[in-house]
């Protein structure tokens, strides 16, 4: 037994010098230690994880937030416009039935100014009937006076 467990020992002593002797520091020391660096280097990336992944999920619950917001926004949006809609419509329809209004009032001004100018034309007409009536009447007297005075000259 004592020489298997020397020899046994002498190998692992000669594996572990051997490992030792890989890992020992050379010139090229920025790579002796790589892979133990590559192993820290990745374990401190793997304690970092948790911190990345809630700020991960603080900004995906923040981008959430704003999109309901959004969502929100765009909702009340759509009601003001349909509403904006609705009042046009009913405007519209004002407009349309002002329009109506306006045409039947310019046709009632249309007969309103019609019937005025024809009874201006009567009243002149009736104007100078009377006065054409008024000069007949007195040109009458003035004609018999004349006559009577020229018949009296003459008896």
């Known amino acids: 037994m004592k020489p298997n467990f020397f020899s046994t020992l002498s190998k692992c002593l000669s594996a572990f010098l ?4 890989l ?5 090229r ?29 603080q900004s995906y619950e923040e981008t959430v937030n704003q999109l309901e917001d959004a969502k929100a926004d765009i909702q009340s949006y759509r009601s003001d416009m349909e509403t904006y809609r609705d009042q046009v419509t009913q405007l519209n329809e004002q407009n349309k039935r002002l329009d109506q209004q306006n045409q039947q ?9 019609e019937a ?3 009874r201006d034309r009567s009243a002149n ?19 018999i006076r004349v006559l009577r005075l020229g018949l009296r000259g003459r008896r």
């Open 125 to 143: 007409i009736m104007k100078i009937t009377i006065f054409v009536l008024i000069g007949l009447f007195v040109g009458y007297f003035l004609f």
């Open 116 to 118: 005025q100018q024809e």
């Open 29 to 57: 020391q920025a790579h002796a230690w790589e892979p133990f660096d590559n192993f820290v280097n990745g374990l401190e990336m793997f304690g970092a994880l948790p911190s990345e992944v809630n700020q991960l999920r």
């Open 18 to 21: 051997f490992i030792g002797l």
């Open 23 to 27: 890992l020992l520091p050379t010139a």
């Open 105 to 113: 009032l310019q046709q009632t001004v249309a007969l309103l100014n």
